[in-house]
């Protein structure tokens, strides 16, 4: 699976939209690009995926340069709850590849009041 | 709240003891995972099941054995573990990749295991 590289932390003003940066320049033709966030002591809640599009859903949207070689997590309006590490994994397709999701070091996102 | 749930949220227990923890789901999914996350480190793979059989082991040591007994349960037993065991130990589960080839994984809240 490709390599991601995400920043280590990222500050973001409560209202504000909090965009999320994540390089993979080695991801290939069948591969997905993931996000997940993980609150302090909860189990890794899932986000969005997406494969070539742009996509959106009622949490986030995730927006993908046309060569995927980079990807966007945009949380529109932030509340002090997104406060989390976020991480984006690219997760191969194939029976034994496609059946691990591999977590890199993720962002910590810190809202602020 | 998760769909996945397991159980115990927190255990404790000495080295020469014999424990399980419990995974369940009723999503209908038939792939289930389980996951270690230390302290401030993102989670590693251990194991994987699909339709109920191992399909993937990431060298663990045999002092943790799963068990998938049926399509909504997963077990790890824990024996013989070292202090450096301890961590927060996660399940997940998904559609199985022949089935859906995107379905995301979800996890539950873990067990956090202290091994003293």
């Known amino acids: 699976d490709a390599k991601t590289t995400q920043p280590t932390s990222m500050d973001c003003a409560e209202g504000r939209a909090a965009n999320l940066p994540c390089n993979h320049s080695?991801?290939?033709?069948?591969?997905?690009v993931y996000w997940y966030r993980q609150i302090h002591s909860q189990g890794p809640q899932y986000i969005i995926h997406?494969?070539?599009n742009n996509e959106t859903n009622e949490m986030a949207s995730l927006i993908i340069t046309e060569d995927r070689k980079s990807s966007t997590l945009i949380l529109p309006h932030a509340t002090l709850r997104d406060t989390a590490v976020y991480y984006c994994i690219v997760r191969g397709s194939g029976e034994t590849s496609g059946s691990r999701l591999t977590f890199g070091e993720g962002t910590q996102l810190t809202v602020n009041p | 709240d998760t769909e996945v749930t397991q159980t115990p949220k927190h255990l404790v227990m000495g080295m020469t003891n014999k424990k399980s923890l419990k995974c369940e789901q009723h999503m209908g999914h038939r792939a289930m995972y389980w996951y270690k996350q230390k302290a401030k480190k993102p989670p590693e793979l251990m194991f994987v099941y699909s339709y109920e059989k191992l399909s993937i082991n990431e060298s663990v040591p045999s002092r943790f054995s799963p068990e998938c007994p049926n399509s909504s349960l997963l077990n790890l037993h824990l024996h013989a573990l070292q202090p450096e065991d301890s961590a927060l130990y996660l399940c997940?589960?998904?559609?199985?990749?022949?089935?859906?080839?995107?379905?995301?994984?979800?996890f539950g809240n873990g067990t956090r295991l202290t091994v003293t």
């Open positions: 997406g494969l070539k």
């Open positions: 080695t991801i290939s033709g069948n591969e997905y």
């Open positions: 997940a589960s998904s559609h199985e990749k022949r089935f859906r080839d995107d379905s995301p994984l979800h």
